[in-house]
Antibody, heavy 121, light 106 residues
Framework: QVQLQESGPGLVKPSETLSLTCTVS????????WSWIRQPPGKGLEWIAC???????TYNPSLKSRVTISIDTSKNQFSLKLSSVTAADTALYYC???????????????WGQGTMLSVSS | DIQMTQSPSSLSASVGDRVTITCRAS??????LNWYQQKAGKAPKLLIY???SLESGVPSRFSGTGSGTDFSLTISSLQLEDFATYYC?????????FGQGTKLEI
């Protein structure tokens, strides 16, 4: 069964760049696109960006200037970099999968457990 | 961006109740609407995709309807395990956007 596992530093200082990685265990990274979604404490869900297996990317305009998403198909991993972080970036960061085609196309059907990121000096 | 607005934001109900949560899109999204359930401390779980298709393993007491801009999620007979927060999400266009969530409480 496909599982996603996020990894990250847990704590970053303001103005620094955070880096997160999501590892896809079991199965192919093809036929899907891979997203980062975040959830500030006690708040709702915000989609950040996605990447396809051919490395095509799409970003949320609200974060585009600070975000880079990439994929390493040889390692079955994809990553997120968010620059110039502030306290507003404190959130639980999830990685998630969505199918490119088929009935369940574009629904986030598999999620990681999430990794908490705190921004503090 | 397409804005998704859910109502109500919170809802108190009892076991056995029938409840409906609504979701309105700021523009037409055809049938590109998904619903998620999130329990405390857990990742969201896909419940329904493409308005009305139940994800594998989801009980039949969950159902979804709608098209265009107005959608709803109905739980026909609430069970204890259904008390959670529910989110709608549009997959019509980028950026993907979610509703603000509906917290279902006892």
């Amino acid at each position: 069964q496909v599982q996603l596992q996020e990894s990250g530093p847990g704590l970053v200082k303001p103005s620094e760049t955070l880096s997160l990685t999501c590892t896809v265990s079991v199965g192919s990274i093809s036929d899907y696109y891979w997203s980062w979604i975040r959830q500030p404490p006690g708040k709702g869900l915000e989609w950040i960006a996605c990447v396809y297996d051919n490395a095509i990317t799409t970003y949320n305009p609200s974060l585009k200037s600070r975000v880079t998403i990439s994929i390493d198909t040889s390692k079955n991993q994809f990553s997120l970099k968010l620059s110039s972080v502030t306290a507003a970036d404190t959130a639980l960061y999830y990685c998630a999968r969505a199918a490119i085609s088929g009935n369940r196309r574009d629904a986030f059907d598999i999620w990681g457990q999430g990794t908490m990121l705190s921004v503090s000096s | 961006d397409i804005q998704m607005t859910q109502s109500p934001s919170s809802l108190s109900a009892s076991v056995g109740d029938r409840v409906t949560i609504t979701c309105r899109a700021s523009q037409g999204i055809s049938t590109y609407l998904n619903w998620y359930q999130q329990k405390a401390g857990k990742a969201p779980k896909l419940l329904i995709y493409a308005v009305s298709s139940l994800e594998s393993g989801v009980p039949s007491r969950f159902s979804g309807t709608g098209s265009g801009t107005d959608f709803s999620l109905t739980i026909s007979s609430l069970q204890l395990e259904d008390f959670a927060t529910y989110y709608c999400q549009q997959s019509y266009s980028m950026p993907r956007t979610f509703g603000q969530g509906t917290k279902l409480e006892i």
